[in-house]
Nanobody
Framework: QVQLVESGGGLVQPGGSLRLSCAGS????????MAWYRQAPGKQRELVAT???????NYADSVKGRFTISRDNANNTVYLQMNNLKPEDTAVYYC?????????WGQGTQVTVSS
């Protein structure tokens, strides 16, 4: 069992930056593939970025070059650094941990990009 708690969301102007954090607890955090998803109003949840236990990363085309996912296994935390934010990045951002048939979600944190 893994518990995930996101933080760091908020209101930011276009072009600004935010760093989201996801604190994990319960199981062996370091073995999970960690990911950030987002869901905008009226839209399906979409994958933003993933990071494997070994540190390999992948990004959605819409955020490549602007977002960076990282993890600190010693502190059971995964981060999403978001730069040059755009209004279309507005969504609830969710942290996810997965391994084989195990799949865990956090409660989400709201990110709003608006002037």
């Amino acid at each position: 069992q893994v518990q995930l708690v996101e933080s760091g969301g908020g209101l930011v102007q276009p072009g600004g930056s935010l760093r989201l954090s996801c604190a994990g607890s319960g199981s062996i955090f370091s073995i999970y593939v960690m990911a950030w998803y987002r869901q905008a109003p009226g839209k399906q949840r979409e994958l933003v970025a993933t990071i494997t236990s070994g540190g390999s990363t992948n990004y959605a085309d819409s955020v490549k070059g602007r977002f960076t996912i990282s993890r600190d296994n010693a502190n059971n935390t995964v981060y999403l650094q978001m730069n040059n934010l755009k209004p279309e990045d507005t969504a609830v951002y969710y942290c996810n941990a997965s391994l084989l048939h195990y799949n865990y979600w956090g409660q989400g944190t709201q990110v709003t990009v608006s002037s």
